[in-house]
């Protein structure tokens, strides 16, 4: 028996030291809270539903969903908003409106732009899973083949990156770059990324990081030789006629993009950092569009995105699950309804935005605000006017 179980000992430490020779910190060694169970194909539209794309929204649906606009700005005083909603069998609502800028009086117009946050992150996502379609990339291609001199780049995955699972300090925790509003290089970035020590092995923690998305991007520019704004217009916009979705150059400040507010103060903050974390403008209608695009196979295969959410993991908020670039919200843990959303959302101290698929309404929608404001909210009570 006792020379039984010394065998069985030594086997598993020959199997243990075997695995971890070739994948040393594989995604098994996964310690944090409970992963939510992928969700059922049926979930996502069907591509054959009719949204009718071209149609705009009139009559008293569209006064409700105006109206619900009105009274938000009455309850909190916002400055501007875009939002749009893509509608099953019945075909596009959107509105811009508001203030650019409350102080100079400066309203939105037709022209005007809002910056998206980290929704950023779900389109840096997209085109790593075009990469990987066209076999350009794999999930389990290393950091080390691009950037070596991060700590354990030879055992973090591209994978890793997207999943928030590398364990590489996130930038946008230095108190230094949190309060600065000025543009920040990806160099820059990369020097307070390493003067921090990683905060796990890869795959051993879920915590959320800017810096996998900026090293995302940038292994994209490197695989296409370009820039990560032409890669976005050449494989996202320009194929969609996206007219008003692009990526900001680095310092870009556009005179249509709506300014930031805390209170009723516009903040100079520089949108244009960090790349592929969070440095997009655009309309809620191309949003939506975008989306919508995504969930239906157009942009890259239906199986791929359907894979994006087979690894979710728990968030800081309850019901929020992260997978490749994608967050899945269940409302059954959040308010006790049976319902989901699809997408992702972002925001800073002056901006939120938020981009999802509703499950129960197959609704599509996007909202900004140029201020801290709760779009959860409004876009909660926008999908109450389908009931």
Same mark, same amino acid.
Request: hydrophobic share 40%; with cysteine.
């Given at each position: ?42 979930? @996502? ?40 909603? @893509? ?5 596009? *609502? ?18 005007? @732009?809002?910056? *998206? $946050? ?7 996502? &997209? ?11 794999? +999930? ?12 354990? $780049? ?14 590489? +300090? ?77 990526? @900001? $150059? ?7 993009? $709506? ?13 244009? &950092? ?66 989901? *959303? ?5 925001? &800073?101290?002056? +901006? ?36």
């Amino acid at each position: 028996m006792k020379g039984s179980n010394i065998c069985c000992c030594v086997l598993l430490i020959f199997l243990f030291v075997s695995c971890n020779k070739n994948n040393t910190y594989s995604q098994v060694r996964y310690k944090g809270g409970k992963k939510h169970v992928p969700p059922a194909f049926g979930m @996502l539209p069907d591509p054959n539903d009719n949204y009718n794309l071209n149609t705009p929204i009139s009559g008293p649906l569209k006064d409700q969903l105006d109206k619900q606009v009105s009274k938000v700005f009455s309850i909190t005083d916002m400055p501007g908003i875009t939002a749009a909603m @893509l509608i099953e069998g019945k075909g596009l *609502w959107q509105i811009d409106t508001g203030f650019t800028s409350k102080p100079e009086q400066k309203k939105v117009d037709p022209a005007t @732009l809002f910056y *998206w $946050a980290s929704v950023n992150k779900l389109i840096t996502a &997209t085109i790593i899973a075009i990469l990987i379609q066209e076999r350009k990339l794999s +999930y389990d291609s290393k950091l080390s083949d691009w950037y070596p001199q991060f700590q354990h $780049a030879k055992d973090i995955t591209i994978d890793q990156l997207l999943k928030h699972t590398s364990g590489l +300090y996130s930038f946008n925790t230095d108190s230094t770059f949190h309060y600065s509003k000025r543009y920040y290089a990806p160099t820059e970035l990369f020097d307070l990324i390493k003067a921090n020590k990683n905060l796990f092995r890869p795959g051993e923690y879920w915590s959320y990081s800017n810096t996998g998305y900026l090293l995302l991007a940038l292994i994209a520019e490197k695989i296409e030789g370009k820039a990560f704004a032409q890669i976005v217009q050449q494989r996202i916009s320009a194929p969609l006629h996206l007219t008003s979705l692009r990526v @900001l $150059a680095p310092d870009e400040h556009p005179a249509n993009l $709506a300014l930031g507010h805390i209170n009723s103060n516009t903040i100079a903050e520089d949108f244009s &950092t960090p790349l592929g974390a969070g440095n997009i403008i655009s309309n809620a209608k191309d949003m939506v569009m975008l989306l919508y695009s995504l969930l239906t196979g157009q942009i890259s295969d239906l199986a791929l995105t359907k894979d994006r959410l087979n690894d979710l993991y728990p968030m800081f908020e309850k019901g929020m699950y992260y997978g490749r670039g994608i967050i899945l919200s269940d409302f059954n843990e959040i308010n006790q309804t049976d319902n989901y *959303w699809i997408g992702h959302n972002g925001g &800073t101290e002056d +901006y939120r935005a938020l981009l999802v698929y509703d499950v129960a309404t197959k609704a599509f929608v996007a909202v900004a605000v140029n201020q801290h404001i709760p779009v959860e909210a409004i876009t909660m009570k926008l999908l109450e006017q389908l009931k």
